[in-house]
C-alpha cells in the first residue's frame, strides 16, 4: 500500500487563533483536548475543507496533545477530510433507511454522471462523491449532506437538478434557503 502525502498550506491567521482562543476558553485550562473536536472544524473550514498531517500536529501542538490524538478523532469521524476534496461534496446517507429508498442507486447515478469513482473528486475539482453513516434525517430518505445543509427526498431528476445548479454556481454553501425540499 502506498501513502501519498499532499502538501497544503498552513496559515494560521490571527482571526483563526482569535477563533481557536475563544473555543479554548470554554474549557479548564488543564483541559484543552476538551476543544479538539471544534477546533477541527474551525482549522479544516479554513484551509480548504481538508486537514493534512502537518495541519492535524499543528492542532495537536496548540492544544497540547500527542499528534496520535488528533489523528484517532480525524479517521474516525467523516466529518473531517484527510485529503483535498470538492467545491461541493455530496455526502450520500447509506444506511438502513436511506438504503431501502435507494441511496446507493443515486450515489452510483451521481458518480457515473460525474465520471468519478465513490470517494474521488472530479478532475476539475468541482465535485467529490461519499457515503456516510447515518445523517439523522430518515423521514426524508432517501438524502444527502451538501456543505452544512440537507437535500431530502432525492430522484435521479433531483440529482440533475443540483448537479446543474452547482455548475452553474448557484448553490451558496453559506445560504440554507437554496437546501430546501
Request: contains cysteine; aromatic residues 8%.
Amino acid at each position: 500500500m502506498q501513502i501519498t502525502h499532499i502538501k497544503q498550506e498552513i496559515n494560521f491567521t490571527d482571526a483563526l487563533m482569535a477563533r481557536i482562543n475563544e473555543l479554548l476558553s470554554h474549557y479548564p485550562a488543564d483541559k484543552k483536548k476538551s476543544a479538539l473536536l471544534p477546533v477541527l472544524h474551525e482549522v479544516q473550514d479554513a484551509h480548504d475543507n481538508w486537514l493534512s498531517i502537518a495541519l492535524q500536529d499543528k492542532v495537536a501542538e496548540i492544544l497540547e496533545i500527542k499528534p496520535v490524538e488528533v489523528y484517532e478523532v480525524v479517521t474516525f469521524y467523516t466529518m473531517y477530510n484527510q485529503k483535498p476534496i470538492g467545491k461541493y461534496m455530496f455526502e450520500f446517507c447509506r444506511t438502513s433507511c436511506c438504503a431501502i429508498r435507494g441511496a446507493e442507486d443515486l450515489m452510483e447515478y451521481t458518480c457515473e454522471k460525474l465520471g468519478i469513482k465513490e470517494g474521488e473528486t472530479t478532475p476539475d475539482g468541482m465535485f467529490t462523491v461519499v457515503g456516510v453513516e447515518c445523517l439523522g434525517a430518515c423521514g426524508y430518505a432517501p438524502m444527502l449532506q451538501i456543505g452544512d445543509y440537507y437535500r431530502e427526498h432525492l430522484t435521479k431528476e433531483k440529482m440533475d437538478e443540483l448537479i446543474e445548479e452547482c455548475k452553474a454556481g448557484k448553490i451558496d454553501l453559506h445560504n440554507q434557503d437554496h437546501y430546501t425540499e
